[in-house]
């Protein structure tokens, strides 16, 4: 099975930045596209950013772009979130994901970390 594990997550001030990391436990890293999503308790889970297999292809919400890059390095076997400007409504649960379909924010994931806690507040 595919595992992942996401690292980098902590209390930062508004307008800081922080790297989110997540590791994928998975040969065939190549064949899966991988994004972040986030989610605060009481609400609905969001999409952030996604990036295609070849890291060709990246997606981001409207509410983080220009804000947010995702990258991603298969040697490595891993999947970064590179987070700037962060506003206190970036603050939640941000989830790294897996999928062999096309990689959508509304489209399905079916392989997930347990998150890691990003706080944005002074």
């Known amino acids: 099975q595919l595992q992942l594990v996401e690292s980098g997550g902590g209390l930062v001030q508004p307008g800081g930045s922080l790297r989110l990391s997540c590791a994928a436990s998975?040969?065939?890293?190549?064949?899966?596209?991988l994004g972040w999503f986030r989610q605060v308790p009481g609400k609905e889970r969001e999409g952030v950013a996604c990036?295609?297999?070849?890291?060709?292809?990246?997606t981001y919400a409207d509410s983080v772009k220009g804000r947010f890059t995702i990258s991603r390095d298969n040697a490595a076997y891993m999947v970064y979130l590179q987070m700037s400007s962060l506003k206190p409504e970036d603050t939640g649960v941000y989830y790294c994901?897996?999928?062999?379909?096309?990689?959508?924010?509304?489209?399905?994931?079916?392989?997930w970390g347990q998150g890691t806690q990003v706080t944005v507040s002074s």
């Open positions: 998975v040969l065939t890293v190549e064949y899966y596209g």
């Open positions: 994901a897996a999928t062999l379909g096309p990689p959508t924010l509304q489209g399905s994931w079916n392989y």
């Open positions: 990036i295609s297999s070849t890291g060709r292809t990246t």
